[in-house]
């Protein structure tokens, strides 16, 4: 089910409303009560808001949320002898509960001699997964992840727009990643709890520039130039409870930290040829980059 709106309040104002609902009743049954194991439920709302304050200038606001109840997971035993899976059999409901906000704005100036662009988001992500890890009958294992992160990013770009041979952009960009991550893994017939913890921020910042020198007739030639630092970090801490089911950290047994830092610079050389409107050809030569970091999950 979907629904939206659309309204235009004047020349300078509008805004725009969405939303959508998704039901699923699921496909596999869970052998243990009959029930369903995949069951799936969703909605989502988003709004937007467009402002022209001045003739150069555009603004434009972005919020939006997504909610998922998710059941799982339809595992069973395979045999590869007869090529045949078993049913699905597991004594503990599973689950997959996600909620994601979005927030975004936007600012454009548009002169005569030079465009500036700036671009703001955020996005907060909530899950929860609770899985029966032994996918059997018995009260084995059960696992709980809850992820929890916020995402922040910045991007300004200021760029040329003369007539003339040479035109330019300048820009910089800045995000922060703050992500925790808690998974407690239940040994129910040893009757203890292992939760680990893990904090795992991490922040970088990158500055750039690119020129374009128009050569003769329809040649021409970019260069840029973009320099990328990368701070990230990893705090892990692992803990044992007194009882299966005990959500307090018990004793500690375990933790790890260290910290990553990245730099680089990376050049982008390119030429292109300019027939008309519609065709063109060009080389490029660019070097590319991605950072180290950790792993999201570990248990030693």
């Known amino acids: 089910m979907n629904a939206s709106h659309y309204n235009k309040l004047n020349e300078k104002l509008a805004f725009a409303v ?18 369903k194991v995949d069951k799936f439920n969703e909605g989502f709302l988003r709004g937007r808001v467009f402002w022209k304050p001045a003739d150069h200038w555009t603004l434009i606001a972005d919020l939006s949320y997504r909610n998922s109840d998710q059941g799982g997971y339809p595992y069973a035993t395979y045999n590869p002898e007869t090529r045949k899976t078993g049913d699905i059999n597991y004594n503990r409901y599973s689950s997959y509960l996600r909620q994601l906000t979005t927030a975004g704005f936007n600012a454009r100036y548009e002169g005569q001699k030079f ?20 996918f059997m009958p018995n009260d084995l294992n059960w696992v709980n992840q809850r992820v929890r992160q916020n995402i922040f990013s910045e991007e ?61 007739g329809g040649l021409s030639a970019k260069l840029g130039l973009r320099f990328d630092y990368e701070h990230a970090k990893e705090n892990y801490e692992a803990y044992k409870t007194a009882s299966a089911f005990d959500r307090t950290l018990g004793t500690p047994i375990d933790s790890y930290e260290s910290r990553l830092n990245f730099t680089q610079l990376t050049p982008k050389f390119a030429l292109e040829y300019l027939f008309n409107d519609d065709e063109m050809v060009y080389a490029s030569v660019a070097r ?13």
């Open 115 to 134: 465009s500036f662009n700036s671009q703001t988001a955020y996005q907060y992500i909530d899950d929860n997964q609770g899985i029966d890890q032994d």
């Open 288 to 300: 590319g980059y991605k950072t180290g970091g950790f792993n999201s999950a570990f248990t030693s």
């Open 156 to 216: 300004l770009t200021l760029k040329s727009k003369t007539s003339g041979c040479y035109q330019w952009m300048v820009g910089a960009f800045f995000f922060s990643d703050s992500y925790k991550k808690s998974t407690y893994i239940h040994y129910i017939p040893q009757n203890y709890c292992m939760p680990n913890l893990y904090d795992s921020p991490t922040r970088g910042l990158s500055v750039y520039h690119q020129s374009s020198l128009r050569i003769i």
């Open 18 to 35: 969405n939303g959508s609902y998704h039901h699923n009743d699921g496909f596999f049954r869970n052998a243990y009560d009959d029930s």
